[in-house]
């Protein structure tokens, strides 16, 4: 049973628009990941959310990406204009202890055509 | 140096045999360190935590040697089902995010 469930499972889109990738946590957790891994590359860190705000960031999460948790139960990634490079698995991730113990989602894969 | 180094192998190794892979950090001052586990286009899942010297589960083992930085995955008794892409990460320097390494492949043959 996953801990977290990702939508959409696959999602092509064409370079400049907007794309918005979701995840539900199944109960309650302190902390919250998105993570990407491009194709045949490691996984990379994004960013961290923690009591409702970010907590950490990385330097590929740029003025194009947000982080939102509107309704408390939903987190949700949204990239503003995508570019090709965009293209890549991006994973979830919960934790409760926030000290590397991670539970990602099946991840939603990106293709930017 | 890299944050976090690990050969990518592949590993080929027949079943019912020992292999252990290793991974080099740079932060010196991580107090944790983990090995997940990463199928072909899956997800990756959480293995192992090492927050001292070592952790033990069953046919695998990790390892940490803090005075060269790296940390190590044993897997006794080699099953076909081990196959798959093992990943060391390590929060990053300053940091508690993780930084993941690259994964060392391991394809366990019959």
């Known amino acids: 049973e996953p801990e977290v469930t990702q939508t959409p499972s696959h999602q092509v889109t064409q370079m400049g628009q907007e794309v918005i990738l979701r995840c539900v946590p199944i109960?309650?957790?302190?902390?919250f990941y998105w993570y990407r891994q491009i194709l045949g590359q490691k996984v990379e860190f994004l960013v961290s959310f923690y009591n409702n705000e970010i907590s950490e960031k990385s330097e590929i999460f740029d003025d194009q990406f947000s982080v939102e948790r509107p309704d408390g139960s939903n987190f949700t990634l949204k990239i503003r204009s995508t570019k090709l490079e965009d293209s890549a698995m991006y994973f979830c991730?919960?934790?409760?202890?926030?000290?590397?113990?991670?539970?990602f989602g099946e991840g939603s894969r990106l293709t930017v055509l | 140096r890299k944050e976090v180094e690990q050969d990518p192998g592949p590993f080929n190794v027949p079943e019912g045999a020992t292999v252990a892979f290793n991974c080099t950090y740079s932060n010196s001052a991580s107090q944790s360190f983990f090995w997940y586990r990463q199928d072909c286009r899956k997800e990756p899942k959480l293995l192992m935590s090492?927050?001292?010297s070592g952790n033990e589960d069953g046919r695998f083992t990790a390892q940490l040697n803090r005075a060269s930085q790296y940390i190590s995955l044993l897997i006794r008794d080699s099953k076909l089902s081990d196959s798959a892409t093992y990943l060391c990460?390590?929060?990053?320097?300053?940091?508690?995010?993780?930084?993941f390494g690259s994964g060392t492949r391991l394809q366990v043959q019959p």
């Open positions: 090492v927050y001292s």
């Open positions: 990460a390590v929060p990053d320097t300053g940091r508690r995010a993780l930084t």
């Open positions: 991730a919960i934790s409760d202890r926030g000290d590397g113990e991670l539970f």
């Open positions: 109960s309650n957790h302190l902390y």
